[in-house]
């Protein structure tokens, strides 16, 4: 792949991923949809790791299957993006690059949460969402590897 062709794709991950970071942040401090738009009166906090997924495991009966779905896989869903994007737009790429990001960012957002009182401060949502952004990375790497085997036999045609 050309150097030209290598930046203009950087630059398109890199739109993708300001206008994913722009959706995240609708997402998880305004959206309406996700009962948003209330400020607690008290902080909300779970510290207590796998607390939150097993009670939502164990109630799914209870509070319905969507969401469980929405709660547990919903936040591994809305981090994928990220993971996949942020490793398309930046040069130095990596597994654990990848891995603290996504926690670092999780991170950032529960401790908004917390302060902002929209949402709850948990744990769970931190593991969660790294993963998601794991995920991310390896959809980037399986497809990274897919291009390059692609390009490499373009390349034996000529």
């Known amino acids: 792949m050309s150097v030209r062709k290598a930046k203009i794709i950087r630059a398109f991950g890199k739109v993708l991923f ?5 959706f995240l942040i609708y997402f998880l401090f305004v959206a309406e949809w996700y009962g948003r738009t209330e400020i607690a ?8 790791l796998f607390k939150e997924i097993r009670r939502f495991i164990t109630y799914r009966e209870q509070i319905g299957t969507f969401t469980v779905f929405a709660n547990l ?6 981090f994928v993006p990220y ?6 737009a930046s040069r130095s790429r990596g597994f654990f690059k990848t891995l603290f990001c996504s926690m670092g960012l999780s991170l950032g957002v529960e401790i908004v949460q917390l302060f902002t009182r929209v949402g709850s401060f ?3 949502d931190i593991l969660l969402n790294t993963v998601g952004g794991v995920l991310g ?3 980037f ?8 085997k692609h390009h490499v036999r373009n390349r034996k045609k000529r």
Do not use: P
């Open 141 to 148: 790497a399986i497809c990274n590897q897919i291009r390059r």
């Open 83 to 88: 993971g996949f994007f942020i490793s398309l």
């Open 122 to 124: 948990d744990v769970d």
């Open 137 to 139: 990375y390896i959809i």
């Open 41 to 48: 009166d008290d902080y909300r906090y779970n510290l207590e």
């Open 73 to 78: 896989f919903g936040n591994i869903l809305i």
């Open 18 to 22: 300001l206008l994913y970071v722009g």
